[in-house]
Every structure is written in structure tokens, then in C-alpha cells.
């Protein structure tokens, strides 16, 4: 194509030396000729699903970035329950359900977790919420 000026333009023309229609050795099969068509259709299918399964198993183990992601997560909420227990402590109005919801945070990070460590520091923040149970256990029963 020609562009002669801002609003000009000239007759298009393909390019020099182009090849004839066909001239690359590709065809598509004709409409009747199904036979040829079916096989690799049905490759094509299995493919994208096999695709699809790798991807979504990949997604699941994650790297190592990953991994790291969920675990700061995870101790980012057992932190944050154990604020709220600190906060309720110091005010004097601290609830079973927010040394419940303790518990639960501590026995949901025991799970996933192989250090023993970290075992060791989960141990003694679930003995300390079960003290803490029992005074409350203790007091209303006393009330």
C-alpha cells in the first residue's frame, strides 16, 4: 500500500515476489474428509487436559516461595490470636472463645510443621491456653 499523503492512499498490491496460493505445503483436510480430522482432534483434547492436570498439580506443591508465603500466614494469625489474648489478659476480660480460638490456631500450625523447635513453642502456648481454660473453668464454677 501507497500512502501519498494525510489522506491519500494508493492501490494495494501484495508483495514482490510472494508465492502462489498453496506454494507452502500446507492443507487443511477437505470437509468430507473426516477421517483424517477425528485423531487429531482427540489428541487435542487429551492434551489440554493433561495440561490443565500438570498445572493444577504444580500449583499445588508450590516452591519454596511459596511455602514460605503460607507459613508466615499461618504464624501471622497465631500471632494475632495471641495479642488478643495478651490484650484481654491485661484488660481482665479474657473469654474461652479467644483461648479456643488459640488452641485451634496452635493444633491447625502443629499439623504442618516438622521442627522441633517450633513444636517445642507450640507445646507451651497450648499448655498455657489449657491453664488459662481451667482458671476460667474454675471461676465460673466457683461463681
Known amino acids: 500500500m501507497k500512502i501519498t499523503g494525510p489522506n491519500g492512499t494508493g492501490s494495494a498490491t501484495g508483495p514482490k515476489g510472494a508465492r502462489p496460493t498453496g506454494a507452502s505445503g500446507f492443507k487443511l483436510p477437505a470437509m468430507g474428509d473426516s477421517a483424517a480430522a477425528a485423531p487429531s482432534a482427540g489428541v487435542n483434547r487429551t492434551a489440554g487436559v493433561m495440561g490443565v492436570d500438570a498445572l493444577l498439580a504444580l500449583q499445588d506443591v ?48 502443629r499439623d504442618l510443621t516438622d521442627d522441633p523447635g517450633l513444636e517445642g513453642v507450640l507445646d507451651e502456648i497450648e499448655l498455657r491456653a489449657a491453664v488459662e481454660i481451667a482458671k476460667l473453668e474454675q471461676a465460673a464454677q466457683a461463681a
Open 62 to 109: 508450590g516452591g519454596p516461595l511459596e511455602r514460605k508465603r503460607r507459613a508466615v500466614r499461618r504464624a501471622g494469625r497465631i500471632l494475632d490470636v495471641l495479642d488478643e489474648v495478651k490484650l484481654a489478659l491485661l484488660d481482665g476480660g479474657l473469654s474461652l472463645g479467644q483461648l479456643d480460638r488459640l488452641r485451634r490456631a496452635v493444633r491447625d500450625e
